[in-house]
């Protein structure tokens, strides 16, 4: 199975700022990369699909990058309302396989 | 609009079995596949499986089958999760989530998640 880290476990910042989610893959896996957001008892939402496709109704101050095995989720202008879990997904390999997850703090 | 309205929290023994629903509304339920997930308290997201339900078929995670089964009744839009022989390790929030395309497996709409807790 493809292993996905997301590094850190825990990242912090102060509100207006801009923040960056890691995720490595444990092997190549093209451009297949999805991100979510996932908010304290809620379900996930989809953020970035394909590294870098923006998702009809997400802001604007989402973005992705990234290709082969390091990806990027990146947040300009944190709002309070960003206080989440962020998952990466992989699928370019059966099984389809998560990260475990970045949860963003705000200062 | 696009909606996924799963059951509501199992309570069961172990050994039981249990049988989630996901209703599925506002598209043609027949062209997207549909993705199970779950999440333990306070863990990440493990993907179960998925089925079409244009033609009824299936993929599962190697670790989850002789578990789960997934089926769907495409009359009354509803996609379904069986989960069997049930342990404390079953105890979990399970997602039902639409991939974006069939064949696409970014999923863009998700359940509000049934909570199932197995315990005698």
């Known amino acids: 199975d493809i292993l996905l880290t997301q590094s850190p476990a825990i990242l912090s910042v102060s509100p207006g700022e801009r923040v960056s989610f890691s995720c490595r893959a444990s092997q190549s896996i093209g451009t297949s990369i999805h991100w979510y957001q996932q908010r304290t008892n809620g379900s996930p939402s989809l953020l970035i699909k394909y590294a870098s496709e923006s998702i009809s109704g997400i802001p604007s101050r989402f973005s992705g990058s990234g290709s082969g095995t390091d990806f990027t989720l990146s947040i300009n202008n944190v709002e309070s309302e960003d206080i989440a879990d962020y998952y990466c997904?992989?699928?370019?390999?059966?099984?389809?396989?998560f990260g475990g997850g970045t949860k963003l703090e705000i200062k | 609009q696009v909606q996924l309205q799963q059951s509501g929290p199992e309570l069961v023994k172990p050994g039981a079995l249990v049988k989630i629903s996901c209703k599925a509304s506002g598209y043609t339920f027949t062209s997207y596949d549909i993705n199970w997930v779950k999440q333990r308290p306070g863990q990440g997201l493990e993907w179960i499986g998925w089925i079409y339900p244009g033609d009824g078929s299936t993929k599962y995670n190697e670790k989850f089958k002789g578990k789960a089964t997934l089926t769907a009744d495409k009359s009354s839009s509803t996609a379904y999760m069986q989960l069997s022989s049930l342990t404390s390790e079953n105890s979990a929030v399970y997602f039902c989530a639409r991939s974006v395309r069939r064949g696409y497996y970014a999923m863009d709409y998700w359940g509000q998640g049934t909570s199932v807790t197995v315990s005698s």
């Open positions: 997904q992989q699928s370019n390999s059966w099984p389809y396989t």
